[in-house]
């Protein structure tokens, strides 16, 4: 069973996506801003990781250039899902490393279908 690791700090937002993840058979963990998710993706090794960008502390951007660059963790894929649309925030996201770009509000078929598309390659 696949465990995806959910980084946002929105606990409405981790709940829901969690929820959706579980009822299609994945196993999550969830962490609240970007240097939990770094120590959690370090120590867990997750399938795939959907990352928030806008939070406090270390963002989403800085915790995927990170992890990206890791050695132990660069090759876990990393979908950001985020509120920030703009062109210019997708490509920033996908050069830090980021696989895919999701603009919230995401459904939860939305977010079952990415996590399912990315596994699967």
Avoid: C
């Avoid at 990170?66 to 876990?76: E, Q």
């Amino acid at each position: 069973m696949p465990l995806i690791l959910i980084v946002d700090d929105s606990p409405t937002e981790m709940h829901v996506m969690q929820k959706a993840l579980e009822r299609h058979g994945y196993r999550t963990a969830a962490a609240a801003d970007g240097a939990e998710g770094i120590r959690m993706a370090r120590e867990m090794n997750p399938d795939l990781i959907f990352m928030d960008i806008v939070m406090p502390g270390m963002n989403g951007y800085q915790a995927t250039r990170a992890l990206a660059s890791d050695p132990k963790t660069r090759s876990i894929p990393i979908i950001m899902v985020t509120s920030k649309g703009q062109q210019t925030d997708r490509i920033w996201g996908l050069r830090q490393g980021a696989v895919d770009y999701m603009v919230k509000p995401v459904s939860p078929d939305q977010l079952v279908a990415k996590a399912q598309a990315t596994l699967a390659v």
